[in-house]
């Protein structure tokens, strides 16, 4: 009696449900959020830390990412193509964002990075024909303002360790470079949820590239640009604190166990989960929606830093979080709901 060879269950690619979607987003973020206070307890190099990290989550997503191969299939050219031009921005972003988190702060430099609320939904206008919502037009400069306000930028609190780091004010670097670090992060979500778009239902494989493509731009900048390069015997902090001659030497603390416990925890929790679970929610929401959640991380790292990092929260950053907490509410029509509810409507299930 002969028996018949099955070919491997080839699962279905179905849109996820809004409620799916939004808890897997969600968790993504707050995983997000605790990114920068790891990268300060980890304590290493800036740039050490950004490819340690790109390369830690990497092999951590290579079991899943052959699941996925063989359970679904492989991503197309166009998927790799628009994987790797993501991963180099978000390189160039992390490589920024872990100097400013040094520089300015873990809780400014978030705000910073979240930039890309206008960024990523620009260029899904520019190169999509995505028209957003009206409210979206006078929710932007609101957020805006509120992360402002969130990062303490008008608060005029001294900065402690250096003032001046490459020759220049070390508020202006690091502001800077949470500037450049907002632009590249919203190219990087726009390009990878294009990818993701174009490849439905296959979220491991496109961010198995984007880490790959993070080295190259943290590479460079180990060999040509960073004073210090590859270093994972020196930290960056010395009892939690900016040394004064930083930029010009490396005189933090000598890195330890703990530290590599941190690094581990921030390239498994902070990066591969967390990218995993923000790319599976934004191929399967509304991109001003996305935008507009993932301005909760920022939010959630400047509520927390003051018991991780010292950083205190002013009366201007508490107004702040409030602005950008109800703005978010409102973009995600919560607002309606609770009319709804108040009015003993039933909501449409989903």
Same mark, same amino acid.
């Given at each position: 009696?002969?028996?018949?060879v ?41 740039? %050490? ?16 990412? +052959? ?24 390189? +160039? ?65 001294p ?44 979220y ?11 080295? +190259? ?30 930029? %010009?030497?490396? %005189? ?49 790292t ?5 018991? %991780? ?23 995600n ?8 509810k ?7 299930s989903?």
């Amino acid at each position: 009696m002969s028996e018949s060879v099955q070919s491997p269950e080839i699962v279905e690619d179905k849109p996820l449900k809004p409620v799916l979607a939004y808890t897997f987003i969600m968790i993504g973020i707050f995983a997000l959020a605790f990114s920068a206070i790891m990268v300060k307890e980890a304590n290493f190099e800036p740039v %050490t830390n950004a490819f340690l990290r790109c390369l830690l989550g990497f092999v951590t997503l290579i079991p899943f990412g +052959i699941w996925e191969v063989k359970k679904k299939r492989m991503l197309s050219k166009n998927g790799i193509f628009l994987a790797i031009a993501a991963g180099v921005f978000l390189g +160039i972003d992390m490589t920024a964002w872990n100097y400013a988190i040094f520089f300015i702060g873990a809780g400014i430099s978030s705000v910073l990075l979240n930039l890309q609320i206008v960024v990523m939904p620009l260029l899904a206008m520019t190169f999509d024909k995505f028209k957003p919502k009206k409210s979206f037009w006078v929710l932007v400069p609101i957020m805006i303002f509120g992360i402002i306000l969130a990062g303490g930028i008008f608060d005029g609190d001294p900065v402690e360790g250096p003032t001046i780091i490459w020759g220049y004010p070390i508020a202006i670097i690091g502001t800077a470079l949470g500037v450049l670090s907002g632009i590249c992060y919203g190219i990087y979500l726009y390009t990878s949820r294009k990818s993701g778009t174009l490849n439905a239902g296959l979220y491991i494989q496109p961010l198995m590239w984007v880490f790959l493509a993070q080295l +190259i731009p943290q590479g460079f900048t180990m060999l040509f640009l960073a004073p210090e390069g590859w270093n994972v015997t020196q930290g960056v902090l010395a009892g939690g604190k900016l040394p004064m001659d930083a930029g %010009t030497a490396m %005189t933090g603390d000598m890195i330890t166990a703990a530290n590599w416990w941190w690094m581990v925890a921030l390239a498994v929790i902070g990066h591969a989960l967390a990218w995993v679970f923000v790319q599976i929610g934004s191929v399967n929401l509304d991109p001003t929606v996305v935008a507009g959640l993932l301005l909760l991380s920022p939010i959630t790292t400047v509520l927390v830093a003051p018991y %991780t990092s010292g950083e205190s929260i002013s009366i201007l950053q508490g107004i702040g979080v409030v602005i950008v907490l109800v703005a978010v509410a409102y973009q995600n029509g919560l607002h309606n709901a609770l009319m709804d509810k108040l009015q003993g409507k039933k909501s449409p299930s989903t």
